[in-house]
């Protein structure tokens, strides 16, 4: 991996240079939140935020999209258009969630619609540092090497500048004179000492690599999964906001001259009812438990036994944002404390 | 449901409410002619001056039951129809007119607005009933909610009845819509939002504006009381206050569950 020194004074210089190649998104505050939204003025961008609502899934997956066209000659798949989309300020963990995405959408079955928004997606990454609902340690995904084109690392009176891809190594090539190689040993040092105070900052740690068996044991005691379940709001703010949940309906709408059909697919919550039905009407999770019992077994089990990560990255975003409290960390903590046995076990 | 060989026969019914959603749907103006076109509109209150019920493949039927009279009607337009479709809050849910429908008697309300002088069975337009809606008192096939509808909401389902499929229901909260629309939730600022006991399709444009969810698009069917509750409750609303919010709109669905979690 290529690393190269950008100076301060010149990281405008920089933006623009993006500018150029594509159309820039980054974070900006919108309301009480941040959010990545298309860049006009440069002076909007922020990178002084620990999350943005969504993470970059809206570029891969957009929350409502049309697939395909119908009518009597035939159908037309939508594809989208080349164009360049350069999304700037992503972390760590964002970065890692289009990593999980990418695993999904571009396996042996390629989406050719996330295939398509993917290739137009440049990704350049933004050093962060947490706030008390960050869990990427525990997670595995407080720092990245690749799934991005270019990583920033914001240092005192520079940026350490890593290339993850060649469309990242071209940027920089396309205004060399920006960048520099000479990184001494005073940059290295400020760089560690400035990566060991963010390992030092995070406060909360939960051990998810029990959780696959801890859920398989306690799946069937419904005491303890009842106490979300009664909580839940089935409102979907959990998997919306969530960064690598990416369940979506699709749904044909016949057009009022009904001889046209468009088929839509839009981002879906296994936490809303009806999310189970299969033909013939039978629901197979018909109340809040049931779904939510789904939502973490597939998130804090499954996914670890088929690709030896979980489905969470760690972002803090259903901590955050749920507004019943229920999350990776309290579900995870309700489950420990639970089997936190009154007679002392001893360690063989 | 029906053979395409005949275009199929639509009727649009309005009972108690401001027929706004009949409104909705004369204001399609784009779409009006093709709406006319694919299917044969016999009965259109507010459209047509000419008309008749035989028998109608689809109705629409916009408002609640207020007397006795429409109760009559309704049971007909039922008996007439083979898929009932429920037009609006009012309709679906029974509307702002269901408000207060527990609170007192009947007979101690009608008082309260019209004097002593007046009883009920004196009204032309037939003897006074509390206010109910659609799915009280017959077989509602397919509802959608709205203060009033949106067309995007309604044309999906109109064109499958249309062609003869069945619509397949997939309930959602404003909180959706809302998140959809890039918002953080307003009940994490402390402002009482109702949102996640409310049905999905206003395209969450209060809180999207910074105003709290009022609910006029009925209850969501999976909605948590209980949970919404506590959590007003939290933020400091007092109890009468988050009652009063959560059946304002919430007509005869929001009383019965109330109900269940109060006791």
């Given at each position: 991996?290529?690393?190269?020194?950008?100076?301060?004074?010149?990281f405008p210089q920089f933006l623009s240079l993006l500018q150029e190649k594509g159309n820039l998104y980054g974070p900006v505050k919108s309301k009480n939140h941040y959010s990545f939204e298309k860049i006009d003025d440069l002076s909007k961008l922020t990178f002084n935020y620990t999350r943005t609502l969504m993470g970059l899934k809206k570029f891969v997956t957009p929350p409502r999209y049309k697939?395909?066209?119908?009518?009597?000659?035939?159908?037309?798949?939508i594809i989208p258009e080349n164009e360049t989309n350069i999304v700037i300020g992503a972390h760590?963990?964002d970065i890692?969630a289009m990593?999980?995405l990418?695993?999904?959408?571009?396996?042996?079955?390629?989406?050719?619609y996330y295939?398509k928004r993917r290739e137009n997606l440049v990704i350049v990454g933004h050093?962060?540092?947490?706030?008390?609902?960050?869990?990427?340690?525990?997670?595995?995904?407080?720092?990245?090497?690749?799934?991005f084109d270019l990583f920033l690392?914001?240092?005192?009176?520079?940026?350490?500048?890593?290339?993850?891809?060649?469309k990242g190594?071209?940027i920089?090539?396309?205004?060399?004179?920006?960048?520099?190689?000479?990184?001494?040993?005073?940059?290295?040092?400020?760089?560690?000492?400035?990566?060991?105070?963010?390992?030092?900052?995070?406060?909360?740690?939960?051990?998810?690599?029990?959780?696959?068996?801890?859920?398989?044991?306690?799946?069937?005691?419904?005491?303890?999964?009842?106490?979300?379940?009664?909580?839940?709001?089935?409102?979907?703010?959990?998997?919306l906001v969530?960064p690598?949940?990416?369940?979506?309906?699709?749904?044909?709408?016949?057009?009022?001259?009904?001889?046209?059909?468009?088929?839509?697919?839009m981002l879906?919550?296994?936490?809303?009812?009806?999310?189970?039905?299969?033909?013939?009407?039978?629901?197979?999770?018909?109340?809040?438990?049931?779904?939510?019992?789904?939502?973490?077994?597939?998130?804090?089990?499954?996914?670890?036994?088929?690709?030896?990560?979980?489905?969470?990255?760690?972002?803090?975003r259903?901590?955050?944002?749920?507004?019943?409290?229920?999350?990776?960390?309290?579900?995870?903590?309700?489950?420990?404390?639970?089997?936190?046995?009154?007679?002392?076990?001893?360690?063989? | 449901?029906?053979?395409?060989?005949?275009?199929?026969?639509?009727?649009?019914?309005?009972?108690?409410?401001?027929?706004?959603?009949?409104?909705?749907?004369?204001?399609?103006?784009?779409?009006?002619?093709?709406?006319?076109?694919?299917?044969?509109?016999?009965?259109?209150?507010?459209?047509?001056?000419?008309?008749?019920?035989?028998?109608?493949?689809?109705?629409?039927?916009?408002?609640?039951?207020?007397?006795?009279?429409?109760?009559?009607?309704?049971?007909?337009?039922?008996?007439?129809?083979?898929?009932?479709?429920?037009?609006?809050?009012?309709?679906?849910?029974?509307?702002?007119?269901?408000?207060?429908?527990?609170?007192?008697?009947?007979?101690?309300?009608?008082?309260?607005?019209?004097?002593?002088?007046?009883?009920?069975?004196?009204?032309?337009?037939?003897?006074?009933?509390?206010?109910?809606?659609?799915?009280?008192?017959?077989?509602?096939?397919?509802?959608?909610?709205?203060?009033?509808?949106?067309?995007?909401?309604?044309?999906?389902?109109?064109?499958?009845?249309?062609?003869?499929?069945?619509?397949?229901?997939?309930?959602?909260?404003?909180?959706?819509e809302c998140k959809l629309e890039g918002n953080d939730?307003?009940?994490?600022?402390?402002?009482?939002?109702?949102?996640?006991?409310?049905?999905?399709?206003?395209g969450a444009?209060?809180?999207s504006h910074?105003?709290?969810?009022?609910?006029?698009?009925?209850?969501?069917?999976?909605?948590?009381?209980?949970?919404?509750?506590?959590?007003?409750?939290?933020?400091?609303?007092?109890?009468?206050?988050?009652?009063?919010?959560?059946?304002?709109?919430?007509?005869?669905?929001?009383?019965?569950?109330?109900?269940?979690?109060?006791?």
């Amino acid at each position: 991996m290529k690393t190269y020194k950008l100076m301060k004074e010149d990281f405008p210089q920089f933006l623009s240079l993006l500018q150029e190649k594509g159309n820039l998104y980054g974070p900006v505050k919108s309301k009480n939140h941040y959010s990545f939204e298309k860049i006009d003025d440069l002076s909007k961008l922020t990178f002084n935020y620990t999350r943005t609502l969504m993470g970059l899934k809206k570029f891969v997956t957009p929350p409502r999209y049309k697939v395909k066209h119908f009518d009597k000659s035939g159908s037309e798949d939508i594809i989208p258009e080349n164009e360049t989309n350069i999304v700037i300020g992503a972390h760590p963990c964002d970065i890692h969630a289009m990593k999980i995405l990418d695993k999904l959408f571009l396996g042996q079955i390629k989406d050719p619609y996330y295939k398509k928004r993917r290739e137009n997606l440049v990704i350049v990454g933004h050093s962060c540092m947490p706030d008390e609902n960050c869990l990427c340690t525990s997670t595995g995904t407080d720092m990245v090497s690749d799934g991005f084109d270019l990583f920033l690392t914001e240092l005192q009176d520079f940026y350490l500048v890593w290339v993850g891809s060649s469309k990242g190594l071209f940027i920089i090539m396309s205004s060399e004179d920006l960048f520099s190689e000479k990184i001494d040993m005073c940059d290295i040092a400020e760089y560690t000492t400035w990566q060991e105070n963010r390992q030092n900052s995070f406060k909360t740690t939960i051990p998810f690599h029990l959780m696959p068996d801890i859920i398989h044991l306690i799946y069937e005691k419904d005491e303890l999964w009842n106490q979300f379940g009664e909580k839940c709001l089935s409102c979907g703010t959990c998997s919306l906001v969530c960064p690598t949940c990416n369940c979506f309906n699709v749904e044909d709408k016949i057009l009022i001259n009904a001889d046209e059909v468009v088929r839509e697919r839009m981002l879906d919550s296994c936490t809303l009812p009806y999310y189970s039905v299969v033909a013939g009407d039978h629901d197979f999770r018909p109340d809040r438990t049931k779904r939510l019992k789904l939502y973490y077994t597939h998130k804090l089990k499954e996914y670890i036994g088929k690709w030896g990560q979980p489905a969470c990255v760690g972002c803090g975003r259903c901590v955050t944002y749920c507004p019943v409290g229920i999350n990776v960390k309290t579900v995870s903590n309700a489950f420990y404390e639970a089997i936190q046995c009154v007679r002392e076990v001893k360690k063989i | 449901m029906w053979t395409s060989e005949h275009k199929p026969v639509v009727g649009v019914f309005g009972f108690s409410g401001c027929a706004g959603d009949q409104l909705r749907l004369v204001h399609m103006e784009d779409e009006l002619v093709t709406l006319f076109t694919t299917a044969e509109i016999k009965f259109f209150h507010m459209a047509q001056s000419h008309q008749e019920v035989d028998h109608v493949d689809i109705a629409l039927v916009e408002g609640s039951i207020n007397t006795k009279k429409q109760l009559e009607e309704l049971k007909e337009i039922r008996e007439k129809s083979t898929f009932l479709v429920a037009l609006g809050t009012c309709a679906c849910f029974g509307g702002i007119q269901y408000l207060n429908e527990k609170d007192k008697a009947f007979e101690e309300r009608f008082k309260h607005v019209y004097g002593s002088n007046i009883k009920k069975e004196d009204f032309t337009v037939g003897e006074a009933i509390p206010p109910q809606p659609l799915c009280n008192f017959v077989k509602v096939d397919a509802m959608v909610p709205g203060c009033p509808i949106e067309k995007d909401n309604l044309l999906p389902i109109y064109t499958k009845l249309i062609k003869g499929i069945k619509p397949q229901k997939y309930p959602a909260p404003v909180c959706v819509e809302c998140k959809l629309e890039g918002n953080d939730c307003l009940l994490l600022h402390g402002i009482p939002c109702i949102g996640p006991v409310v049905s999905a399709g206003c395209g969450a444009i209060c809180p999207s504006h910074n105003l709290p969810c009022v609910g006029c698009w009925g209850p969501y069917e999976a909605a948590n009381y209980k949970s919404m509750l506590d959590k007003l409750e939290e933020i400091g609303v007092d109890k009468e206050t988050a009652l009063r919010k959560l059946k304002l709109f919430g007509g005869s669905k929001a009383e019965e569950e109330l109900e269940k979690v109060i006791k």
